[in-house]
């Protein structure tokens, strides 16, 4: 992804004096991180708001804080939802050279043979995973190939995925992500079988036929 770049400056606004800057057409925000005070910043809201519109929790920005570049990841987003805008944005500044733990969200991609030949169910048992790496080699999502899923009762560990080696996810390798799962009526005879694994995978599982959009 290219890199994203936030004009920024410092401001002294707060409390209800907050809700004038908005009229002008700032939106509100703050830095803060481990090893920096916390900055409280205006933005433009419209640019700012079209450019949050594409980035993940995963995903790193550079805010040019009045000439001084902050790398940070977006933490929080307050919303208007019945204007549809942007009311506060919380970023959270790296040190490009420490590692750092967060979440990366997972695409499903690819056609699964189990699903598409065979009539069967994709559940998904994780969104996200946590991983560990330098700010600089952090996936914005990490993808799923379903395609692995050839038969119904077949399942996608968290050991089965391709990252990079820069890149260490800390969940369980045994993990669940996903399974193929068919319907009792469907196939009597095979139906145990599959909706077993499935209830092995995880108690409580969202279920979703075919291909899952990517995010």
């Known amino acids: ?6 004009k920024a400056t410092k ?11 908005r009229r002008e057409g700032k939106l509100p925000g703050v830095i803060y991180g481990r090893h920096l005070e ?40 307050q919303r208007d939802y019945i204007k ?27 056609v699964s043979a189990a699903v598409k030949d065979y009539n069967g169910i994709l559940v998904h048992n994780l969104e996200r995973l946590e991983v560990e790496c ?22 996608i560990r968290v050991r089965d995925l391709a990252v990079s080696d820069k890149v260490r996810i800390l969940a369980d390798p045994e993990e669940t992500i996903a399974v193929v799962t068919i319907t009792k009526e469907e196939t009597p005879g095979g139906a145990a079988g599959a909706e077993g694994a499935a209830e092995a995978a995880s108690p409580e599982l969202s279920v979703e036929r075919g291909k899952k959009d990517e995010e």
Request: charged fraction near 25%; proline fraction near 4%; hydrophobic fraction near 50%.
């Open 84 to 110: 549809g805008v942007l009311t506060h944005v919380d970023f959270l500044a790296v040190d490009m050279n420490e590692k750092l733990r967060t979440s990366v969200g997972l695409a499903f991609v690819g």
């Open 134 to 155: 330098l700010p600089g080699d952090l996936p914005e999502r990490i993808n799923v190939d379903i395609a692995m899923l050839k038969q119904i009762g077949d399942i």
């Open 1 to 6: 992804m290219e890199k994203i770049v936030l």
């Open 11 to 21: 401001r002294d606004v707060i409390g209800k004096q907050v809700k004038a800057m």
């Open 38 to 77: 916390p900055i409280s910043i205006a933005l433009d809201s419209h640019s700012a708001g079209l450019a949050l519109a594409k980035v993940s929790a995963s995903s790193l920005v550079t805010l040019d804080v009045d000439g001084t570049e902050y790398p940070a990841l977006v933490r929080e987003r």
